[in-house]
């Protein structure tokens, strides 16, 4: 069977190469292209411009129809690359409220939730 994706590409012009390039990513390099910027007080206090996004974050919405909306990580989906914020809710035709997927480049982190050790680890890591 031939590899689908290659860590050798470099780029295309052509945006449904592009599309299949993440598509058919694998799910460690997936994760590293789910990564959101961070807010200017924790860029100064961690030393870094972005790290991914994860379930418990509170971040801000830049971009959209929910522009400036603020909201906590419910879900993170590596297979389709978005994001569902508790605050960005549309109705669908039959009356019910149904979460938004959101780019995570759409986004920023304002708070990081630090419940997980290798993350602290990781932070503290670029911090010097």
Do not use: C
Not at 28 to 39: D, F, G, R, Y
Not at 56 to 73: E, H, N, P
Request: glycine share 4%; net charge positive.
């Amino acid at each position: 069977m031939k590899n689908r994706w290659s860590k050798f590409w470099k780029s295309s012009t052509q945006t449904r190469k592009q599309r299949k390039y993440v598509y058919n990513a694998p799910l460690h390099i997936k994760h590293k292209m789910m990564s959101s910027n961070l807010s200017k007080d924790l860029r100064k206090e961690y030393g870094i411009r972005s790290i991914p996004v994860r379930k418990g974050d509170t971040v801000l919405i830049k971009t959209g129809q929910f522009k400036d909306k603020s909201g906590k990580v419910t879900k993170v989906s590596l297979k389709s690359s978005f994001v569902h914020i508790e605050g960005a809710l549309i109705k669908r035709a039959d009356g019910t409220d149904s979460m938004y997927p959101i780019h995570p480049s759409n986004l920023m982190i304002t708070k990081l939730d630090l419940t997980d050790e290798m993350r602290v680890k990781k932070l503290a890591r670029n911090k010097k």
